[in-house]
C-alpha cells in the first residue's frame, strides 16, 4: 500500500472535525498586514460550486469568492466575535515594530495600521492614511499624514512618530525582527545603528505632519511594500529604553494604534475585546465592539456552527467537504500569500554580525542529501489526499500570489523516490541495514521538528518521516507547539544545534524580493543559507535595471531556479485561504484586491446565525 494512503486512512480514522496543520507562522520582515484591501475581482459561490463537476471529491480555490455577499440590512451598532485558531496562546507583543508572528498581527489588524496602503499590484497608493511624493529620482519621498489621522488617546499621529520608528528599529538594541536591507538603505541609517551618528542623516522631519526619507538606492521595492509605514507614538515610547520597549506594559498590556478598534481589555494570549474608535479617520466603525478569542483547532467547527464565533482568521481546508453545507454561514475564499517547507539547517546566525554564518560542515550540508529528501515526498498528493485540491504542490519559493514572478514553467523537483535512492547511493550514504551512514561511514540520524495543530499536523508530519525512511534515511521526529518551534528554528537568534530539519510556513510579503527571508542579513533566514550567486540577484532584483518588469522577473526566475538547485529549504504546498463567515456579518472581505475596510463592517442582527442542518 502506498505510504500517503497509509497515512490518508491514519487521518480519517482519527478525524474529529478538528484543524489541519493550519499553523500561524510569522510573516517575512515585508509582511504588512492592512485593514485597507484593495478591489479584487468576484467568483462563483461555495453555494454555486460545492464540488467540481467531475465530483472526484477534489476542489478549487476558483470555486470561492473573497467578498461576502451581503444579506439583509445593517441594524445600528452590534458587535462580533473574531476566532483566532490556535492551539497556542498567542505572544502578546502588540506593536507592528516588534512583532514576528501572524496570532499577534491578527489581534494588531483591528487596533493599527499603517500609513500607506496599496492596490491589487502591491503598489503603494495615496488613498491611505498618509500620502506621498516621489522625487524624480526615485530617491527620495515625502510623506504627507493626512490631518484626522490620531492615536486612540487623541493625540495626533506626526512625522516624530514616524521618525521614532525608524531610529528604534535601527538603534543597536532593537530587539525586534524588522532591521534588514530595507532600513539599511536609508541614507545614514548603518551610520546611525553603528552609534557613529546619533541621527538618521536620510530622515527629516518637514513639519507636524510631514516627514522626507532619502535612500541610497531606488529600488522597485520601494513602493511594494519597502518603505516602514507604521509609526510608533513618541508620546509613549519616548522614554522607555529601546531594549525594554518590546516588553512593556505599553506593547502588552495596553497597546493603542490608530486603527478602526481599539482595545478596552486584554486577557493575555486568550481574548481581546475591542470596542469602536469613533475618531477612526476613514469614519465611525459600524460595529460597536469586537470580541476576539483563541480557539483551539479541535473546537472550530462546533463554534462556527453555534454562532459561538462569526468568522475565524483561518479554516482547516481538510475539513471543508464535511462542511461545505454548513447553513448559517459563507465560505471566502482566495490564494494565500504563504507557502509550506521543509527546511535544512546549514549554519548559525551570527548576532554581532548581524548576519547568517553558513557551516560547510553542518549535517544538512550536502545539497544531494537535501535534493533526495525532496525526491522522496510527493506533494502532489498530499495536496489532495489531506487538503481536497485546496493545497497544492509548490514548485518555486515565490508563489502564485504573485503571478507576475511566480515561475509557473518551474517543475521544481519531481518526485521520484528510486532516483532519490540512486543519488544518495552515488553520494556515498550507504545502506546499513534499515537505514543509511554517512559517506563517512558514521551514523546518520536526522532530527526533524515539526509544529502541533489539529488532526493533520502529526500524520502529515510522519508521511514526510515514513517518506525518508522509505530511502533509508533515519528521521527522527519531535512534534512542538508554535512558539517553541520558531524559538528552536532560530526567530530570537538561537539556533537549537539539536534541529537538523524542520516543517515551517511562510507569509510573504507584498513585494516579491525575498531578502527578508533569504538575504544575509535576515534573521528569518532560518536554514542560515547563504551564497554569492544569491547576493548577485538578490542586489539585481532591486536595483535600478530592475525597474525593467521584465528585467526584474528574469532575475526571479533565475533566483527561483538557484534555490531549486541549491535547496536550503524546499516548497511543500501553495495554500487556499478559506474562511467562514456567518451570514448575519455584512461588508466584509479577505485577502488583497478588495476595496472593503474594517470599519465597515456591520451585522444584520443581533445574534449570530445558528447552523440548521
Not at 512534534?479 to 524559538?487: H, I, K, P, Q
Request: hydrophobic share 35%.
Amino acid at each position: 500500500m502506498p505510504l500517503l494512503l497509509v497515512f490518508a486512512l491514519m487521518l480519517g480514522a482519527c478525524s474529529n472535525n478538528g484543524n489541519s496543520n493550519e499553523t500561524n507562522t510569522p510573516s517575512s520582515t515585508e509582511e504588512e498586514a492592512s485593514t485597507a484591501p484593495t478591489e479584487g475581482e468576484d467568483s462563483t459561490t461555495p453555494a454555486e460550486s460545492e464540488k467540481p463537476a467531475e465530483d472526484d471529491g477534489l476542489y478549487s480555490i476558483d470555486d470561492f469568492s473573497n467578498v461576502k455577499k451581503n444579506e439583509g440590512e445593517p441594524i445600528k451598532g452590534g458587535s462580533i466575535t473574531f476566532g483566532l485558531v490556535s492551539d497556542t496562546p498567542f505572544e502578546g507583543t502588540l506593536n507592528w515594530n516588534f512583532y514576528s508572528g501572524d496570532p499577534d498581527s491578527q489581534v494588531l489588524s483591528w487596533f493599527d495600521e499603517g500609513l500607506l496602503t496599496w492596490d491589487e499590484s502591491y503598489v503603494y497608493t495615496n488613498d491611505g492614511a498618509a500620502t506621498y511624493e516621489a522625487s524624480e529620482d526615485g530617491r527620495t519621498f515625502t510623506f504627507t499624514i493626512k490631518d484626522n489621522v490620531n492615536w486612540q488617546d487623541g493625540k495626533p499621529v506626526t512625522a516624530e512618530d514616524w521618525l521614532f520608528a525608524h531610529e528604534v528599529i535601527g538603534n543597536p538594541k532593537y530587539d525586534g525582527p524588522r532591521y534588514d536591507s530595507s532600513f539599511t538603505n536609508i541614507v545614514g541609517m548603518t551610520e546611525y545603528h553603528e552609534g557613529k551618528a546619533k541621527t538618521i542623516s536620510g530622515i527629516e522631519v518637514l513639519n507636524e505632519k510631514q516627514l522626507k526619507i532619502t535612500y541610497v538606492q531606488s529600488t522597485p521595492s520601494l513602493l511594494t511594500g519597502g518603505i516602514w509605514s507604521y509609526p510608533l507614538a513618541k508620546h509613549i515610547f519616548g522614554n522607555i529604553p529601546v531594549e525594554k520597549i518590546s516588553s512593556s506594559p505599553e506593547v502588552r498590556e495596553k497597546p493603542i494604534g490608530f486603527g478602526p478598534y481599539k482595545i478596552e481589555s486584554i486577557v493575555p494570549g486568550e481574548s481581546v475585546v475591542f470596542t469602536k474608535n469613533p475618531d477612526y479617520w476613514r469614519g465611525e466603525p459600524g460595529l460597536d465592539k469586537v470580541v476576539l478569542k483563541v480557539i483551539n483547532p479541535t473546537t472550530v467547527i462546533q463554534q462556527l456552527e453555534s454562532g459561538g464565533v462569526d468568522l475565524v482568521d483561518s479554516f482547516p481546508v481538510d475539513q471543508y467537504p464535511d462542511n461545505a453545507d454548513m447553513t448559517n454561514v459563507e465560505f471566502l475564499g482566495t490564494i494565500d500569500r504563504a507557502y509550506t517547507y521543509i527546511g535544512f539547517k546549514l549554519g548559525k546566525w551570527d548576532a554581532a554580525a548581524g548576519k547568517v554564518a553558513p557551516d560547510d560542515k553542518a549535517k544538512m550540508a550536502d545539497v544531494n542529501l537535501r535534493k533526495a529528501m525532496w525526491l522522496a515526498v510527493d506533494n502532489d498528493q498530499v495536496g489532495k489526499q489531506f487538503y481536497h485540491g485546496l493545497r497544492w504542490n509548490a514548485t518555486t519559493l515565490i508563489p502564485p500570489s504573485h503571478p507576475e514572478y511566480h515561475d509557473a514553467t518551474n517543475p521544481g523537483v519531481k518526485y521520484d523516490p528510486e532516483a532519490a535512492k540512486k543519488l544518495l547511493d552515488d553520494a556515498g550514504y550507504k545502506l546499513n541495514g534499515d537505514y543509511r551512514t554517512n559517506p563517512d561511514g558514521s551514523e546518520l540520524v536526522i532530527n526533524f521538528i515539526s509544529m502541533t495543530g489539529g488532526d493533520i499536523a502529526e500524520p502529515l508530519a510522519r508521511y514526510y518521516v515514513q517518506s525518508w525512511k522509505a530511502i533509508g534515511l533515519n528521521v527522527q521526529l519531535e512534534m512542538v507547539e508554535f512558539n517553541t518551534f520558531y524559538d528552536r528554528v532560530g526567530a530570537n537568534g538561537e539556533d537549537d544545534p539539536k534541529v537538523d530539519v524542520y516543517q515551517g510556513a511562510w507569509s510573504v510579503g507584498i513585494d516579491v524580493d525575498p531578502s527578508g527571508l533569504y538575504g544575509r542579513d535576515a534573521i528569518y533566514n532560518f536554514p542560515r543559507f547563504a551564497n554569492e550567486e544569491q547576493d548577485k540577484l538578490l542586489a539585481a532584483g532591486i536595483s535600478k535595471e530592475a525597474f525593467d518588469v521584465k528585467v526584474r522577473q528574469d532575475i526571479y526566475k533565475k533566483w527561483q531556479q538557484l534555490m531549486v538547485e541549491e535547496i536550503p529549504v524546499f516548497p511543500t504546498l501553495y495554500r487556499a485561504v478559506l474562511v467562514p463567515v456567518n451570514k448575519r456579518v455584512l461588508n466584509y472581505a479577505i485577502g488583497d484586491g478588495t476595496d472593503v475596510y474594517l470599519y465597515q463592517l456591520a451585522v444584520s442582527q443581533d445574534k449570530p446565525f445558528v447552523d440548521g442542518k
